[in-house]
């Protein structure tokens, strides 16, 4: 059992605040084409920017041994590992990649902070690689606060973890089990001296999944650790390493908040007619193109547009162009390149993709603007 659950994580927010310039400097990766080289942060809080969305951060803030991690254009992996910390304690870090704000680093465009009772869904997905030799955790952080703070410690944090190796256990003690999202857990419950910590904890190794946020943060609600008129403020994924940990990896990560009839991100048309899409496809047994053209309606102009959308149950995306496509299935994100990421008023960007499928071929039913705006549908 933990002697003192998480206390670097005050430690990581003192640090995190006087190191702010260094996650300033981050660089972005937007893909146009061919997949740009990947970037490796050693700084202990360095971080960058990955599909023009997220960002990925080192996160080193429990020892002074060199920890390195490489963005890839759809996650990140460890790369060095060294020193470790005893398990009855707090983890060494925890490298990972977030949408939303994180001691003043806050993604690009992104739709967060957002009042709980504002959010229709935040559907994520991730897929992990694990290694042996480590003892960690693999989990997601996600963030509440009764104030839209981009900034320090949030009142609550809920962890959910997807894996673990090793003598460790989440902050607090079990306080029973729950059946969340489809799937069964360990509930854990306690504070860390900053926060209040809830987690839930897979009984068998996750390796990819998709789910909805809003689910783990109605199971805080229902436990008094939240209400409605709180503020989702970020959602990590990552790992949090107690010995070693080169050679872990998210291979894809992504995040989306959906409000109900809110105005969205900056910049972004604000009713739900102020974007239309057309979804021209062209199909043949077992495999498929789509071209989509977005069309903004409104008055002003949208930089760095994404398009969300699910594809239909058994299709897989294999190639995409004129655009950044991630996941390869379920739900998606289309986020513009570098000639067509302005979308003025009234101009339409146009992209597509190629994709299998399985079974009866269907079309996606619904496309959001920049995690706010229903747009139609041609």
Known sequence: MRASPHQAR??????????????????????AGPAQADTQICEPFGSTVI???????NNRWGTSATQCVTATNTGFRVDQ???SVPTNGAPKSYPSVFNGCHYTNCSPGTALPARLNTIAEAPTSISYSYVSGAVYDAAYDIWLDPTPRKDGVNRTEIMVWFNRVGPI?????????????GRSWEVWSGNNG??????????????SWNFDVMAFVRQAISRGLATDSWYLTSVQAGFEPWQNGAGLAVNSFSSTVRTGGGTGDPG??????????AYDTNVWPGGFTANVSLTNNGSSAVDA?????ALPAGQQMTQAWNATVTPSSGNVTATGVSHNARLEP????????????????????????????TCAVK
């Open 10 to 31: 005050t430690l990581r927010g003192l640090l995190g605040a006087l190191l702010t310039a260094l996650a300033a400097t981050a660089s972005l990766l937007v893909v």
């Open 51 to 57: 599909q023009g969305r997220y960002v990925v951060q």
């Open 81 to 83: 590992a060294d020193g």
């Open 169 to 181: 256990q989440p902050v607090g003690s079990r306080v029973g089990s729950a059946d969340v999202a």
């Open 194 to 207: 900053g926060n209040d910590v809830l987690s839930f904890v897979a009984p068998a190794a996750i390796t």
């Open 268 to 277: 972004g048309p604000g009713t739900p007619s102020a974007c239309t899409v």
């Open 305 to 309: 547009w994404r398009l969300g959308f």
């Open 346 to 373: 009234g101009a339409t960007a146009t992209f597509g993709f190629q994709g299998t499928y399985g079974g009866t071929f269907a079309k996606p039913s619904a496309f959001r603007l920049n995690d706010a705006t």
